[in-house]
């Protein structure tokens, strides 16, 4: 699947907007994506949310992803 980043991910990623990565759930995506940006590891576990198919998850790492749904890795924004 095509992963978009975007705000700060991108620039932390070397410029990249988009990456392919297979992955069935939000922690494999999470791993993988650590493993190609070892140095954002950090940043995965507590300042990255995931939006699939419009749907923007923080927390749940075991939510399966759907091999067609629209991925995008984006900053968490703090708040309540």
Not at 4 to 32: C, F, H, P, Y
Not at 35 to 49: I, R
Not at 53 to 59: A, E, K
């Amino acid at each position: 699947m095509e992963v978009q980043l975007s705000g700060g991910l991108r620039d932390a990623a070397n410029g990249v907007s988009s990456i392919e990565i297979e992955a069935s759930t939000i922690r494999e995506l999470m791993q993988k994506f650590g493993a190609l940006y070892p140095h954002m590891a950090a940043t995965l576990q507590d300042e990255v949310a995931v939006s699939i198919n419009g749907q923007v998850f923080r927390d749940n790492w075991n939510q399966e992803i759907p091999s067609d749904a629209e991925v995008f890795l984006m900053p968490r924004i703090p708040g309540g």
